[in-house]
């Protein structure tokens, strides 16, 4: 167990604004469980699903993207706001990304394990294959990684290898596993056209490399700002949000805002096409004409649920170097409530990620004496 009995976490205490995110200087370390293992953190990525639980987005009584709730939606229902539909728990430290270092484990689990760098897996499943598709996402359903120390079930909890900083590979858990995640339950297949929309963010970026390395053509949607960055990832075309796509022209949609452009994507997808989402941040309620489904003999498909192997694929994507991180930029844990000001305005593509204060003061004393 570390020297410290009390450490850095952001707590958060109810659906709201970024007043419920309490900054606390000295909450309680926590200690594993019997199969579980303490990680230090040392860097954890903001995501959108850290913004859409404190805001109540999950819950079905709201309609409307996820901006127009960053301060807190007024009419939903907390019992089922979350990820999985139930009520949150709170008090509750956020945080889906982690990468760190395990400094203690439970007394089921070899204490060689003790110093491997690791990332957590963030959707972390509770059910097998041939049962209901069933899991519980790591900062929401349990503590995550807005602290200096976390806990996880050692089973979900991976080793890994790699020059990358903290930083750089806390940009990959929740995002790129996402991503991996809809490529492989749409069956996305060497020299198909996929296009994917969100093109800048996290997921959206991950998804481009990782279709670019199936040996795919990538189109993308995003905003003119962000095109060569989008371009610098892999895509060939990219289009601007709010230009025509053409029409019976891609294999595959991979969507991630939904909204009023819904309707567009299956009209640009081929005949028997297929479209996969997992997201929907301009707005979950969409218009389907039931006709374009079944003339045109298109699958759709939804995508949170993650079997084991994907954030193994992940890790040894990692290693091998086959995904560039895309970190714009990095903040100390306390000046969180910034960052998911900076993460809401889009201003930044890739991921933003945040350091224990900590962490972050070492670092730049490591830099002053080198």
Not at 76 to 101: H, M, T, Y
Not at 249 to 254: H, I, N, R
Not at 282 to 310: C, H, M, N, W
Request: hydrophobic residues 40%; contains cysteine.
């Amino acid at each position: 167990m570390p020297l410290q009995q009390t450490m850095q976490a952001v707590v958060l205490t109810g659906h709201g604004g970024p007043e419920r995110l309490s900054v606390e200087p000295a909450w309680p370390v926590p200690t594993p469980t019997a199969d579980q293992v303490l990680i230090r953190v040392g860097a954890c990525g903001v995501n959108n699903t850290d913004i859409n639980t404190r805001i109540g987005w999950y819950s079905k009584a709201v309609t409307s993207d996820t901006n127009a709730g960053t301060d807190g939606f007024t009419d939903f229902d907390a019992e089922n706001a979350s990820w999985d539909g139930n009520a949150l728990k709170f008090p509750r430290i956020q945080g889906a990304d982690v990468c760190g270092e395990v400094v203690a484990v439970g007394s089921k689990i070899n204490e060689d394990r003790i110093g491997e760098r690791v990332l957590v897996r963030a959707m972390q499943p509770v059910s097998r294959h041939d049962e209901e598709p069933t899991c519980i996402t790591f900062g929401s359903e349990m503590d995550g990684g807005f602290c200096e120390y976390a806990v996880a079930p050692a089973a979900h909890v991976l080793a890994v290898d790699s020059p990358l900083t903290d930083a750089e590979l806390a940009s990959f858990p929740c995002a790129a596993s996402t991503a991996l995640g809809m490529l492989e339950r749409i069956n996305l297949k060497a020299g198909e056209h996929i296009l994917v929309t969100g093109a800048s963010g996290g997921v959206g970026s991950a998804a481009i490399q990782l279709a670019k390395a199936r040996g795919c053509t990538v189109s993308a949607i995003s905003s003119p700002p962000k095109f060569d960055f989008v371009r610098s990832l892999g895509a060939s075309d990219v289009y601007d949000r709010d230009e025509k796509l053409p029409a019976n022209t891609f294999d595959v949609v991979a969507d991630l805002v939904a909204g009023a452009a819904f309707p567009s994507l299956l009209e640009a997808l081929k005949r028997g096409g297929r479209y996969i989402t997992a997201g929907a941040i301009s707005g979950p309620i969409v218009e389907l004409d039931v006709r374009t489904l079944y003339l045109k003999d298109l699958a759709l498909a939804g995508s949170t649920f993650q079997p084991p192997e994907i954030f193994t694929k992940l890790i040894a994507e990692i290693e091998k170097g086959s995904l560039k991180p895309t970190v714009s930029k990095t903040y100390p844990l306390s000046n969180i409530a910034e960052a998911q000001a900076d993460f809401v305005s889009k201003a930044y593509p890739g991921k933003l990620v945040l350091i224990p204060d900590s962490a972050m003061a070492q670092s730049s004393l490591s830099q002053v004496h080198h």
